[in-house]
């Protein structure tokens, strides 16, 4: 499959089309390269690395070196793909130099196409400054997992009046500001229409509804290999933590029967070398 790296134009101009894109997360060359092989136009390196594979219970503690040291990766797997790079717990509510100077390091180091960062109203300037400074940014509304504890937790957002009011104004805000698409995540399906009808730059959805531009969802949760949780949004179009755990018992077993490695997977002298051992 050929496949050609899309441009922020070419994103906008699939909206404009009605034409739906795909987007995935990644944190590794291993899977980044698979990604490069399908159609999926995007990838994000996101922070949800900090519970996927770095073991932590949240996105918190997950630094700029942590999300550096694995989009690097994933940019040499993926170079047909727009990688975009999540901006960490406290890399960007410092200050507006701080975050410039934060999403730089991701662009120049890390080598991605684009940063993210979660929030509305609050990061607005921000957004704006970053732009002007020519830094691609995608927003991030809805759920957001870097201040769930403020939102009272995991929760499904938009049921209330006036908090669908603010997720509109608030995308409305950072198309204003120049992001150039929006994440909404977990916000309910008629809300994230609506604010998919009102900006005029795409909308990523993740639990948020099939009317949005795109979707993405977390690849070891597509792939059924992350079993802590499962969220209702994700769809798991295999389940391979199982199917690993059955190899690598074969494996265990194999090796203790003795029956790995067999003369296949073996190299060997002839007699002729073998006699002059002896």
Do not use: W
Request: hydrophobic share 45%; net charge negative.
């Amino acid at each position: 499959m050929t496949k050609k790296k899309l441009t922020i134009p070419q994103f906008k101009e699939l909206k404009t089309q009605g034409q739906k894109f795909r987007m995935v997360t990644a944190y590794d060359y291993t899977f980044a390269s698979i990604v490069e092989k399908t159609p999926i136009e995007m990838i994000l390196v996101g922070d949800s690395l900090g519970m996927v594979v770095l073991g932590y219970d949240s996105t918190v503690p997950v630094t700029m070196e942590d999300m550096i040291h694995h989009i690097k990766p994933v940019v040499r797997a993926a170079k047909n793909t727009f990688v975009v790079g999540d901006m960490p717990f406290g890399s960007y509510n410092v200050s507006v130099n701080e975050a410039i100077r934060n999403a730089n390091r991701i662009l120049q180091e890390g080598g991605a196409d684009a940063v993210k960062l979660e929030g509305g109203s609050n990061v607005l300037e921000i957004v704006s400054e970053m732009v002007k400074g020519g830094i691609p940014v995608v927003g991030h509304i809805g759920l957001t997992p870097q201040t769930a504890a403020q939102l009272g937790g995991f929760k499904v957002q938009g049921k209330e009046t006036e908090i669908a009011r603010k997720l509109i104004e608030d995308a409305l805000h950072l198309e204003q500001a120049g992001a150039f698409a929006i994440v909404l995540e977990c916000v309910v399906a008629p809300i994230a229409q609506l604010i998919t009808e009102k900006v005029a730059i795409p909308t990523i959805g993740i639990g948020a509804g099939p009317a949005c531009d795109a979707q993405v969802l977390v690849m070891q949760d597509l792939l059924g290999m992350y079993d802590k949780f499962t969220p209702k949004f994700v769809k798991q179009y295999v389940h391979l933590n199982g199917q690993i755990v059955d190899a690598l018992t074969t494996y265990a077993q194999e090796v203790a029967d003795g029956v790995f490695p067999g003369p296949e997977h073996s190299f060997g002298l002839n007699k002729e070398q073998l006699g002059r051992l002896y």
